[in-house]
């Protein structure tokens, strides 16, 4: 059953792959998985070592260059709140360190000021700089550098 240690094999590559992002651990575990049909197939250690050296040695110096670049040339994308950083609002309820409202992107959010000294009148742009639970910490547009 040389199978099935193959399998096994692909399996802990698999969750080490998981854990640490790097696309090499990944790669391994495919490459053990073509060792384990090479096996499956009825070919010797040495073929099923060959087809590993093989399978590997194609993914790390082919596939994995290609597959950082592609996701170098993506964009990081946000979700939910998060997509808000960055975006500008205007104060429709004075904000301060502790409580104040803003309009952003038409919906109404509770808001306070990044810096604890401001008061943002009703009326003024500002710059989302955080989102802390359901309250955006904004600076006032004017002034940015």
Known sequence: MPWFVWLLAAGVLGA?????????FGLL???????????GVGVGLLGQLVALAAAAAAGLVIGRPIVLRAMQRQPLTYEGSDALIGKRGEVTREVTATHGLIKISGEEWSARA???????????????????GATAVVYPRELLP
């Open 16 to 24: 080490a792959e998981f854990f640490t992002l790097t696309l090499v």
């Open 29 to 39: 575990a495919g490459a053990a998985l073509v060792a384990a049909v090479v096996s």
């Open 114 to 132: 990044f810096d604890e000294t401001h008061v943002i009148p009703v009326g003024s742009l500002v710059d989302v700089m955080e989102i802390q």
